[in-house]
């Protein structure tokens, strides 16, 4: 399939936006059998670049229309030689599937309350069995929101989305998900934490660190079982979005020098939220 490289010029946008209309690319591809691998975006020049495979030059152009609008002033078929001639050392923001690309992150931490007395109380074998289960439910809340597992924490899992939207959703799918599970009289009841936060891990090997990946596990350690927490900048980037927050106040969080100031995520009413949203916005605090 041939590989094209798109140029966008003159572009006046934060990294986040930009992530925000990559992430719009790759829930659109599949319907043209496009696939958006990669993008970089030179801030000093304006100019966002982004590397495609696509049947045809005209399928490329139709995900980025339909996605959100942005056509590119450029679109020409390449070779990686070209590409890596013409890009020198930059790197790519990111591919929407790896960790270590860098770049924007919602940073999402889970975990199962009270882990240790329940492997006591339980046992190994019964122990093991709440964690195949948790760890199936995060999956497929992860899979369903294009989100990527990081890495497994023996009793939770750090994860990465695309966009503020995919992470803020797949922690809704998730909670419901455990309530749904805790219902049945005949199984154990599981309840888990989420904590999310955003902005620019550092990454290596596959692996993030920083002090996003840091307050998210902050976040997802001050909750309480079967809360959502967010930081600020979740709640800020969500405007638009019909997302059902609480202001939790500042808060101090160790390792962090001043409070934090945390929204919950009120997922149990979020179903009546959406039903009666019909301008889509955030509810107010």
Request: with cysteine; glycine share 8%; proline share 4%.
């Amino acid at each position: 399939m041939p590989t094209y490289m798109d140029v966008h010029r003159n572009v006046q946008a934060r990294p986040e936006d930009i992530a925000m209309a990559h992430s719009m690319d790759l829930q659109v591809q599949s319907k043209y059998g496009v696939r958006y691998t990669r993008y970089w975006h030179n801030q000093e020049s304006g100019c966002v670049y982004c590397l495609v495979e696509a049947p045809s030059l005209m399928d490329a152009i139709r995900v980025h229309k339909e996605a959100h609008g942005l056509v590119a002033d450029q679109l020409i078929e390449v070779t990686m030689d070209q590409v890596d001639a013409f890009l020198g050392a930059q790197k790519p923001t990111y591919s929407g599937t790896d960790p270590s690309d860098g770049g924007f992150r919602v940073v999402m931490f889970t975990d199962i309350a009270g882990s240790t007395a329940l492997g006591g109380q339980l046992g190994d074998q019964r122990f093991h069995d709440v964690l195949k289960t948790h760890n199936a439910v995060i999956r497929e809340a992860l899979n369903r929101h294009a989100g990527t597992e990081v890495k497994h924490m023996g009793d939770g899992i750090l994860a990465s989305f695309l966009s503020v939207g995919q992470g803020v959703e797949c922690a809704l799918t998730i909670q419901r998900a455990f309530a749904a599970h805790n219902l049945q009289a005949a199984v154990q009841p599981i309840n888990v934490r989420v904590g999310l936060s955003a902005g620019e891990p550092v990454a290596d090997r596959k692996d993030l660190f920083g002090a996003t990946v840091n307050l998210a596990a902050r976040v997802c350690a001050f909750a309480q079982p079967g809360q959502i927490l967010t930081s600020n900048v979740i709640r800020e980037l969500s405007l638009g979005k019909p997302f059902v927050f609480s202001d939790i106040g500042e808060v101090e969080l160790k390792g962090f020098a001043h409070p934090i100031r945390l929204h919950e995520v009120r997922w149990r009413e979020q179903a009546s939220a959406r039903a009666g949203a019909a301008d889509s916005t955030v509810p107010a605090d």
